[in-house]
């Protein structure tokens, strides 16, 4: 038996993409925000550049201690920015 429900064509960002977002919109270079979350800057540049994966305890870390955002709210953030475009 199939499904009515639609398919959706967005999904949910990855860590990267939702980390450089939130570090933009916050007007933090990568530097700035790899020495207040205590992590080397090459680390984040990683991050960002989806080089290496970050955990989402990161994820969360950095939005919610340095960039003081929560994590569903930038996601919308993102979801609106692209719709916008």
Not at 28 to 53: D, K, P, V
Not at 63 to 68: K, P
């Amino acid at each position: 038996m199939h499904s009515n429900i639609s398919t959706q064509t967005n999904r949910t960002p990855k860590g990267s993409d939702i980390l450089k977002f939130a570090r933009k919109c916050r007007g933090f270079t990568q530097a700035e925000s790899a020495a207040s979350y205590g992590i080397e800057e090459r680390t984040l540049r990683r991050w960002e550049n989806n080089e290496y994966n970050p955990r989402w305890n990161d994820v969360i870390g950095l939005l919610e201690d340095v960039y003081l955002m929560d994590v569903a709210k930038v996601i919308v953030g993102m979801t609106d920015s692209q719709v916008s475009r």
